[in-house]
């Protein structure tokens, strides 16, 4: 049993011409610890999955169970699994550009009911830990893009998740910038036992370790599998 644990989940959508199949049967499982990395070509379900995976989407068919329990249709209980659990890292942002580094950080805990004073101090805990405690205060547009990145996993990990789902974390960065973040996800992985699922082009960032998988054809491969395929 993992965190979160697909068994046998499919994904279609409704189009003019009939059915759009994009997962065709996915079993997976991340567990505690895992750092995971997802690759394969635009258009392949990648995103799908994650969106899966993070409880934002739900499958046409199959289970997805959280802790061993199987996720409900209601999205508030989802709404309650995401914020409990997981935390979220984009290819953009998606910082609120009128609050600071440190009020960003802080929402999910607001959001989750924590005492506000609690909030914040765990938000600049945080950022100090990405090496952003000399910018709390700035906003979004103060900031670099690397910078901006660093405040949205600092965002991901405030409430001590136990999967960050991260999908093209580096897509918008240059070569040295995405290193770096990649370097920080992996201290974070190896110091927190947080588990990594990340969807990527990337083979440098795949580079850095854990397991890979491949999407084709709506089917989840390892990358053992892939290459025999």
Not at 32 to 52: A, C, R, Y
Not at 166 to 180: H, S
């Amino acid at each position: 049993m993992g965190v979160i644990d697909l068994v046998d989940v499919k994904k279609s959508y409704r189009v003019k011409d009939g059915k759009l199949e994009v997962l065709k049967g996915v079993t997976f499982s991340v567990k505690e610890g895992d750092f995971v990395f997802i690759m394969g070509p635009s258009g392949v379900g990648k995103s799908t999955l994650l969106h899966i995976l993070g409880l934002l989407d739900l499958p046409t068919e199959g289970t997805v169970k959280v802790e061993g329990r199987r996720v409900p249709e209601d999205e508030r209980i989802r709404a309650v699994l995401r914020n409990r659990f997981i935390g979220f890292v984009f290819q953009f942002h998606y910082l609120l550009p009128e609050f600071t580094a440190l009020e960003n950080v802080a929402i999910p805990c607001l959001v989750g009911g924590i005492p506000e004073d609690e909030a914040f101090d765990r938000a600049y805990d945080v950022l100090s830990k990405v090496g952003l405690a000399d910018r709390v205060s700035h906003r979004p547009s103060e900031l670099s893009g690397g910078e901006q990145q660093r405040v949205a996993l600092a965002r991901a990990l405030v409430k001590e998740p136990k999967v960050v789902i991260a999908d093209e974390p580096t897509g918008n960065l240059d070569k040295r910038t995405g290193a770096g973040i990649a370097e920080l996800m992996a201290q974070v992985n190896a110091e927190k036992k947080v588990a990594f699922v990340v969807a990527t082009h990337d083979e440098e960032l795949a580079s850095i370790g854990g397991k890979i998988y491949f999407m084709r054809d709506g089917i989840l491969l390892e990358e053992g599998d892939y290459a025999g395929s």
